[in-house]
């Protein structure tokens, strides 16, 4: 891929500024180059939020929008080269390439397979850029290339989560390829295999459908559920462990447990409201990580079904948001108008409960946002509002 050095230097000249600006003020300057130029400037600004270290090497070519859209970020890519290393590597559904960039820092061999002949081009330009010279670059489908090549110690792959009709996809069989149909030539292939699905995927069904399940990552980033990562091996267990990530900028929240310790604990029901009160991060509520909590932090649970904690001691370990509760009151007009007055606006968030986060702010005529946060749920069977602070 040959990059014309005018248009790269355009393209570092004007990186930050408005691409609609630049559409309209040098459409006749970049002529036929204008879309190029424009894709590269708009991707060069996803990237640096998305894949900052790849934003700072020049001459990094970047893809058509929506493979922008549809890879990684650079702190879910570092996660997964985090779970597997050896000697040989190959990424069946390549993409932009940022999973196979990261992980194959961690093998002596890594090749990545995709079908859309631009990515691989561009990926043969970057990768060279990003220090993987032994890196190899194959145009084709992953599944075809699969059947054919040699045992290596790890796979990724990486299905579609949309079908031909472009609605999303939430179960094994409906996304493509559908592994459960090459799950015996995956395993005859490879000594690991990742697997990356959709955060919609229900991951008791998965973990009994894929088999030999190694261990599940429930990822999330800044408290949102973004992918299910399975890890297939013949060290396997019935009881694999479920590790939920919380990746932020702040640092990192881990937290494991297995499906037998979560059948097994009891959950402590709260009677009254305590001090504090604490919701899991999203990546623990996907799990299913429910009642353990409770047996791990000593914490009591509002309801069975509100997901909410509480306890008169701050607990700074939990794996969550911690919140000062500050008042606990109902629905009823007088209690409403009495425990809020003088607040006009508070972040507010639903849990078990009839209404709404938009239908209880309009009820309550209260704007987003400021410092005090409003949870509604249930509780002793009663619904009832929580006003808090952050702790």
């Not at 400037?41 to 998305?50: D, F, L, P, V």
């Not at 973004?226 to 990530?245: G, I, Q, R």
């Not at 370990?317 to 009151?329: C, E, K, L, N, W």
């Not at 986060?357 to 509604?376: H, I, V």
Request: net charge negative; with cysteine; proline share 4%.
């Amino acid at each position: 891929m040959e990059i014309d050095p005018e248009l790269s230097a355009y393209i570092r000249t004007h990186r930050s500024d408005d691409v609609r600006q630049l559409a309209l003020s040098d459409q006749k300057r970049l002529g036929d180059s204008l879309n190029y130029v424009l894709n590269q400037i708009s991707g060069w600004q996803k990237a640096k939020e998305k894949i900052p270290s790849w934003s700072e090497i020049d001459g990094i070519v970047y893809p058509p929008h929506l493979s922008m859209e549809q890879c990684s970020s650079e702190r879910t890519a570092a996660y997964k080269a985090t779970l597997v290393q050896g000697d040989t590597f190959t990424d069946l559904t390549g993409g932009f390439g940022v999973d196979f960039a990261f992980i194959a820092r961690n093998f002596r061999q890594a090749t990545m397979v995709e079908r859309n002949a631009e990515l691989c081009e561009i990926a043969m330009h970057n990768l060279p850029l990003l220090g993987l010279p032994h890196a190899k670059v194959m145009n084709g489908d992953g599944i075809d290339h699969l059947r054919q090549m040699e045992p290596i110690d790890v796979l990724f792959i990486d299905p579609a989560r949309r079908d031909q009709q472009g609605r999303k996809t939430v179960s094994i069989a409906d996304c493509e390829p559908n592994l459960l149909e090459v799950l015996d030539t995956l395993r005859t292939h490879a000594k690991k295999i990742l697997i990356k699905y959709s955060p919609m995927l229900d991951i008791t069904l998965a973990v009994k459908e894929l088999r030999q399940v190694e261990s599940v990552h429930v990822v999330s980033v800044e408290n949102e559920c973004k992918e299910l990562l399975f890890l297939l091996s013949e060290e396997a267990t019935e009881n694999p462990p479920f590790h939920c990530v919380n990746l932020t900028k702040k640092g990192d929240t881990r937290y494991t447990f297995t499906p037998e310790e979560e059948r097994n604990a009891t959950i402590c029901q709260a009677g009254e409201i305590g001090a504090y009160l604490y919701e899991p991060y999203s990546s623990l509520l996907k799990a299913g990580a429910y009642k353990s909590l409770c047996q791990r932090f000593s914490v009591d649970k509002l309801a069975v079904s509100s997901h909410l904690y509480t306890s008169d001691n701050f607990i700074e370990a939990f794996p969550g948001r911690a919140f000062r509760v500050i008042d606990t009151f109902t629905l009823n007009k007088k209690e409403v108008k009495e425990h809020l007055r003088g607040i006009t606006k508070a972040n507010i968030a639903v849990r078990n409960f009839p209404l709404s986060a938009n239908e209880l702010r309009n009820k309550l005529k209260l704007k987003e946002g400021g410092e005090q946060y409003l949870f509604a749920t249930t509780h002793m069977e009663r619904r009832v509002l929580i006003l808090c602070e952050k702790a």
